[in-house]
């Protein structure tokens, strides 16, 4: 099925061209997660994600519908292959609880957590990859590869338990494979047509520079902050002259409300040490441009924003253009 156009193989325009980056893998994966707080008791929460872009979320307690993040209108056909997604991953959990019920006394004392991602990769030129895992308490346990189940290294007796017991089911191991590697990726591409106008969405950041809690005595923490930006993958870095300087220490990407992202990248320097540093930001939404941020003179927070051009030969020059912003 890698060579059919119709399955994202090596022909596939939609996967060529989804967004910017498009050499690059494409990934669309489910999770259930299913909470056991007896053998009669169990809650499902689950979600589904195309890269780092949630697409929908169902849960069992509340009874809330399939939410759509990416392409409210999705046609009814792909959202009716998300159900049965998250329906296989449900059967697959009631399957897996039966299958180590008569064991689960030393094998999954309650409470436990179960977690099933289950899912598949579109690369450019090659044939999709699908995948499923089982995760105990977080960590991973068992995985699904050509028709049987695989121990996890770390999974010990009890993943080689598990594998025993689900290996003894070839038809049911069967249908999963057909689900991981038929299904899903007539899924992810279906999404990719549905959502085009989203996944190609560019929202240019926004960056400013301050200074944090004091870290020591002569010394300042210089803060770089970068929000509102979309895609949420982005580079920042503190530089001297053209050397990163690699005690940056980087936050998590955040999200904002409106489905953009918050990010900053702080350094702890020398006071004398801190003119001429700078933050340097790269996003898809800037068009083959860095931002460059410099920290004023003496610690004042002078932010002056340099548009840096990137040439064919990958040499950065100055433009004349200078933004000054005075954020103190």
């Known amino acids: 099925m890698g060579n059919d156009p119709r399955a994202g193989g090596p022909g596939d325009s939609r996967v060529q061209g989804w967004g910017l980056g498009s050499r690059e893998p494409i990934s669309f994966r489910t999770i259930l997660t299913t909470s056991f707080y007896n053998h009669s008791w ?47 991953s449900t059967h697959l959990i009631s399957y897996f609880s039966l299958s180590i019920s008569c064991d689960s006394h030393y094998l999954f004392p309650d409470p436990f957590l179960v977690q099933v991602v289950k899912g598949c990769v ?22 699904f590869q050509n028709t049987s189940w695989w121990p996890s290294p770390k999974g010990g007796n009890r993943a080689q338990e598990v594998c025993k017991l ?12 057909a689900h991981v590697n038929e299904v899903c990726p007539r899924f992810l591409l279906g999404l990719l047509d549905a959502g085009k106008a ?3 969405r560019q929202v240019r950041p926004e960056a400013w520079l301050s200074g944090g809690p004091s870290p020591g005595p002569g010394h300042l923490l ?34 904002h409300a409106d489905g953009t992202w918050y990010h900053q990248v702080s350094l702890d320097v020398e006071a004398r040490e801190a003119a001429g540093l700078s ?5 898809s939404s800037l068009g083959g441009q860095d931002m460059v941020l410099y920290w004023g003179e003496e610690g004042l927070c002078k932010v002056h924003v340099f548009l840096i051009f990137v040439s064919l030969a990958r040499s950065l020059s100055c433009t004349d253009y200078v933004l000054n912003k005075n954020v103190c």
């Open 42 to 88: 169990t809650q499902n929460q689950g979600s589904a994600w195309l890269d780092e872009l949630q697409t929908h979320g169902w849960n069992s307690k509340t009874g809330s519908p399939f939410k759509r993040n990416l392409a409210p209108c999705l046609p009814i056909p792909l959202t009716s292959l998300f159900a049965s997604s998250l329906l296989a």
């Open 122 to 143: 579109l690369h450019v030129g090659e044939a999709s990859k699908g995948f499923l895992r089982i995760a105990y308490q977080g960590s991973d346990l068992v995985s």
């Open 166 to 177: 689900l290996n003894q089911y070839y038809v049911v191991n069967v249908r999963i494979e």
């Open 198 to 200: 989203d996944l190609q």
């Open 222 to 255: 210089l803060v770089c902050h970068v929000s509102g930006f979309y895609p949420k993958p982005v580079w920042v870095m503190w530089m001297r002259g053209e050397q990163e300087q690699p005690d940056s220490q980087r936050g998590d990407v955040l999200p």
């Open 279 to 283: 933050c340097r930001v790269r996003h």
